[in-house]
C-alpha cells in the first residue's frame, strides 16, 4: 500500500512550475510553503484507515509520522526519500530528485504539461490532477485545496487521492495544519531498521 502511495506522489512536481489561472494559485501556496505540519488520515482501498503526523521542511525534508503501533515510517531527509518497515527490518531509499515527493520539495523543477486543474462545483475548492504518461507506474494524482485567505498564497492543502498503476486507491485527508513554523532538522532523522529493528 505504502509502495503504491508514494509512487503516485512522485507527480506532485506538476503542481509547482509557473501556470496561470488556478494552476498558479497552486504554484504561489506551494512556493509559499517552507514548512508545515498537519495531522493526516490514511484511507486504502480496503478501507483501512491510518493516522499519523506529517512534517514538511523545505528543501528536500517530508516524514510522515504514523500512529503508535504501525512499524513504518517514511523519511526525506534532504538527499534521500526512505521507506522504513521495521517490522520486518528492511528499508527502501528513493534518490530525493527522482522521488514520488521530489518536486514538492523542490520548487524548481518544471512539470506543469503533466497536471491540470479538475472542474468541479464549488468556487471554494481547486483540485489539480497529475499524471506522467510516460511513467504511468506512477498512477495518478488529486491534490486538493481549498481557497482561505489566511493561509499561504490563499489556499489551504486539505489532502490528496492517489491512483496507481492498478487503481488500487489511497487518500490522505490533513486536519491542524500550521505554516511556516520553525522545525528542527533533527525531526527527519531515523533509526536505521536493518540495526534497531522496533525503534523509529
Known amino acids: 500500500m505504502n509502495h503504491r502511495f508514494l509512487a503516485a506522489l512522485a507527480l506532485t512536481p506538476a503542481l509547482i512550475a509557473a501556470a496561470p489561472g488556478e494552476l498558479g494559485l497552486v504554484q504561489n501556496h506551494l512556493q509559499s510553503v517552507q514548512s508545515?505540519?498537519?495531522?493526516?488520515?490514511?484511507?486504502?482501498?480496503?478501507?483501512?484507515?491510518?493516522?499519523?503526523?506529517?512534517?514538511?521542511?523545505?528543501?528536500?525534508?517530508?516524514?510522515?509520522?504514523?500512529?503508535?503501533?504501525?512499524?513504518?515510517?517514511?523519511?526525506?531527509?534532504?538527499?534521500?526519500?526512505?521507506?522504513?518497515?521495521?517490522?520486518?527490518?528492511?528499508?527502501?531509499?528513493?534518490?530525493?530528485?527522482?522521488?514520488?515527493?521530489g518536486v514538492l520539495l523542490n520548487p524548481d523543477k518544471d512539470m506543469t504539461r503533466f497536471a491540470r486543474v479538475i472542474p468541479g462545483g464549488d468556487p471554494r475548492v481547486i483540485s489539480v490532477e497529475a499524471n506522467d504518461p510516460k511513467h504511468p507506474e506512477y498512477g495518478r494524482i488529486t491534490l486538493i485545496f481549498l481557497r482561505n485567505a489566511t493561509a499561504?498564497?490563499?489556499?489551504?492543502?486539505?489532502g490528496w487521492v492517489a491512483l496507481d498503476a492498478q487503481n488500487n486507491r489511497t487518500s490522505i485527508r490533513l486536519t491542524?495544519?500550521?505554516f511556516n513554523a520553525p522545525v528542527s532538522d533533527g525531526t527527519f532523522r531515523f533509526n536505521d531498521p536493518q540495526h534497531k529493528t522496533g525503534q523509529r
Open 176 to 178: 491542524n495544519t500550521r
Open 36 to 101: 508545515m505540519t498537519a495531522n493526516f488520515t490514511q484511507t486504502d482501498r480496503a478501507g483501512k484507515v491510518l493516522t499519523g503526523v506529517l512534517t514538511l521542511k523545505k528543501p528536500g525534508k517530508i516524514r510522515f509520522q504514523y500512529e503508535k503501533g504501525v512499524p513504518i515510517l517514511i523519511v526525506g531527509d534532504g538527499k534521500a526519500l526512505w521507506f522504513l518497515d521495521y517490522s520486518v527490518g528492511q528499508k527502501q531509499r528513493w534518490p530525493i530528485g527522482n522521488s514520488p515527493l
Open 152 to 158: 499561504p498564497g490563499g489556499l489551504m492543502l486539505q
